[in-house]
């Protein structure tokens, strides 16, 4: 009874080791089937997040580029409200300067025709 046991239980370590042998190779299959076909995917997935990251560095570019514009259109902005600023003290400053030049000349003006006329001739006199 032992020894039909001991086939019994050998046949049956036998089948399971077939079992899981043949297992073993299905699965083998399965994912080598799966390597090939995500071969295929990689590639396509590659290209997909390639196409991906070339959009981004456009869209990157693109934002890049309208915060430049838009900070030197500020500085535009900016730089015509500092031109009229210049323009007005600079008018000021005209204003300012023609209006003591003009009391100046003025003064200078009172002073002369305060002062007896000369008489011409006055050093021919003299000697």
Same mark, same amino acid.
């Given at each position: ?70 900070? /030197?259109? @500020? +500085?535009?902005? %900016?730089? !015509? &409200?500092? /031109?009229? @600023? +210049?323009?007005? %003290?600079? !008018? &000021? ?35």
């Amino acid at each position: 009874m032992r020894l039909e046991t001991a086939v019994i239980t050998m046949n049956v370590t036998l089948e399971m080791l077939a079992a899981v042998v043949g297992l073993l190779s299905l699965i083998a299959t399965v994912v080598g089937v799966f390597i090939s076909r995500f071969g295929k995917i990689d590639e396509k997935v590659s290209s997909l997040e390639k196409a991906i990251y070339d959009h981004k560095v456009a869209a990157a570019t693109t934002y890049v580029t309208m915060e430049a514009l838009a900070r /030197f259109d @500020e +500085r535009l902005v %900016r730089s !015509e &409200e500092t /031109f009229e @600023e +210049r323009i007005t %003290r600079t !008018e &000021e400053r005209v204003l300012a300067e023609t209006r003591s030049l003009r009391s100046d000349l003025s003064s200078l003006l009172a002073a002369v025709s305060r002062q007896p006329p000369r008489r011409r001739g006055l050093a021919s006199e003299d000697t």
